[in-house]
């Protein structure tokens, strides 16, 4: 079946921009991951959704940063104002519950670079 | 913050040898996954090993623990071209199992 995508895959936005970025998740999967990876760093984790529930955003780097899954599928990241510290990778994940610890899909990330 | 640290940092090997990356962390965990990352795509999970097991296998893949060096080493025999990617070792939070903290990563590069 479809893996986790992500759109767009790569995005260039002036400093000051908004930005918004989209997953779709693997259909029927509950929870929902949106992690920002830095150049040459592992991903760190920014936000977690359980259906259209946000139960974590603690890693959220500012209140510039906002996420939401209003129907509990598709998730969207947004970003207003963008900073040349924002340049990253941008990945979600998915899962389901199960027997055993969960394994989190991930998406292909989208590339963001600020300028 | 990063949990664990990936040693080397950077690895080049020749087509049919093997590779050895090792992962460090620091606090108590329940797993330790290990994922692969290609160029320009997403993260594939390879393999998850638990606290109590001290070895898995997985096709060429080879995974071992030691909680108490606070360690694990992911070994591929007979590598590939196809094996060039970054490899990241990943915790879950014991007080949040959802989030994953991973290490900075190991860039393999496997020479034809």
């Known amino acids: 079946g479809a893996g986790v995508s992500q759109s767009p895959r790569y995005k260039v936005a002036k400093r000051g921009q908004d930005v918004a970025l989209r997953c779709d998740p693997i259909s029927g999967h509950v929870s929902l991951f949106w992690y920002q990876q830095a150049l040459g760093q592992g991903p760190e984790f920014l936000t977690y959704f359980q259906n259209e529930a946000q139960l974590d955003k603690s890693g959220l780097p500012s209140d510039r940063f906002f996420a939401e899954r209003p129907e509990g599928s598709v998730s969207t990241l947004k970003i207003q104002r963008t900073q040349q510290e924002d340049s990253a990778v941008y990945l979600c994940?998915?899962?389901?519950?199960?027997?055993?610890?969960?394994?989190?899909?991930f998406g292909p990330g989208t590339r963001l670079t600020v300028l | 913050s990063q949990q664990g640290e990936e040693d080397p940092q950077a690895l080049s090997i020749q087509e049919g040898e093997n590779a050895t990356m090792n992962c460090s962390y620091k606090t108590s965990i329940n797993n330790l996954q290990w994922y692969r990352q290609n160029s320009g795509r997403g993260l594939v999970h390879l393999i998850l090993i638990r606290s109590n097991e001290r070895e898995k296998h997985s096709g060429r893949l080879r995974v071992t623990l030691d909680t108490s060096k606070k360690s694990s080493s992911l070994l591929i025999t007979a590598s590939r071209a196809a094996d060039t990617a970054s490899y990241f070792c990943a915790t879950p939070r014991m007080d949040s199992s959802y989030k994953l903290i991973f290490g900075s990563g190991t860039r393999l590069l496997v020479r034809p």
């Open positions: 994940a998915s899962s389901t519950p199960g027997p055993g610890e969960d394994t989190q899909y």
